[in-house]
């Protein structure tokens, strides 16, 4: 059972649940970080963008920023001409997404009940 101690603790801004799931619960960091695990190798940036296609070149860098400054992902570079640079997953990102599995296949399982739903709401409202 949820204690009034426990909401508060959830609700204050350093809360370490919030503090985290802020940063991962955004838009396109998941789908970043499943398409590094899906395709089990580094990804240059262009092969990101490619496997997320509605995804802007300047909202890519910065989530791949942020999950960099998470320890989420590694950028790294090699010294050729031209540069190349490759993103893959860290240990700290691979136990993120194992535990995301079930959210993921949930979603997945239950995905067209939703749209249902959607559309079922939808139709009640207009």
Same mark, same amino acid.
């Given at each position: 059972m949820i204690q009034t101690t426990d909401i508060q603790d959830i609700m204050f801004p350093a809360c370490p649940v919030r503090n985290v799931l802020a940063r991962? %619960? /955004?838009?396109?960091? &998941? &789908?970043?970080? #499943?398409?590094? =695990?899906?395709? %089990?190798? $580094?990804?240059?940036?262009?092969?990101?963008? @490619?496997?997320?296609? /509605?995804?802007?070149?300047?909202?890519? !860098?910065? !989530?791949?920023?942020?999950? *960099?400054? /998470? %320890?989420? =992902?590694?950028? !790294?570079?090699? $010294?050729?001409?031209?540069?190349?640079v490759e993103y893959h997953l860290t240990a700290r990102g691979v136990s993120f997404m194992e535990a995301c599995k079930p959210m993921v296949q949930w979603a997945l399982d239950h995905l067209a009940e939703i749209?249902? /739903?959607? *559309?079922? #709401?939808? %139709?009640?409202? @207009?």
């Open positions: 991962v %619960g /955004d838009k396109w960091s &998941l &789908l970043i970080m #499943h398409s590094m =695990v899906a395709a %089990g190798q $580094p990804l240059r940036f262009s092969a990101l963008q @490619r496997s997320i296609p /509605d995804i802007s070149q300047k909202m890519l !860098t910065a !989530t791949l920023r942020a999950l *960099e400054e /998470d %320890g989420l =992902v590694v950028r !790294t570079v090699y $010294p050729e001409v031209p540069p190349r749209l249902k /739903d959607r *559309e079922r #709401h939808r %139709g009640k409202r @207009r």
